[in-house]
């Protein structure tokens, strides 16, 4: 599986911004697709993840409420909606797929099989 993540770019506070990651093969369905984020001089860290049927979806306690994951199996893609964006949601986020559908792994980068190449999330205050 090859990811493709785009839609970053340089927004101010409160503004929305939507992220999409677009998967090649035909196997997209198969996976739980999660998005991360790493902050220059900070560790990749766990954003939200949706499971393969996009019946379950989970959400770091930082951006819960703010941001929406979802995916469509038709178009091998997942998308996260961004809200009330604030300076400390810079980063380059990632898209990633795994195999794992177990809840307390998906949070763990180590529990991915494939990674996007990133996109750059600017947020000025």
């Known amino acids: 599986v090859q990811l493709q993540a785009s839609g970053g770019g340089l927004v101010q506070a409160g503004d929305s911004l939507r992220l999409s990651c677009a998967a090649s093969?035909?196997?997209?369905?198969?996976?739980?697709m999660s998005w991360f984020r790493q902050a220059p001089g900070k560790e990749r860290e766990f954003v939200a993840a949706i499971r393969r049927n996009g019946g379950h979806t989970y959400y770091s306690a930082s951006v819960k409420g703010r941001f929406t994951i979802s995916r469509d199996n038709a178009k091998n893609s997942v998308y996260l909606q961004m809200g009330s964006l604030a300076p400390e949601d810079t980063a380059t986020y990632y898209c990633?797929?795994?195999?794992?559908?177990?809840?307390?792994?998906?949070?763990?980068?180590?529990?991915?099989?494939?990674w996007g190449q990133g996109t750059l999330v600017t947020v000025s205050s």
């Open positions: 093969g035909s196997t997209f369905r198969s996976y739980t």
């Open positions: 990633a797929a795994s195999r794992s559908e177990i809840l307390s792994s998906l949070q763990y980068f180590t529990s991915y099989n494939y």
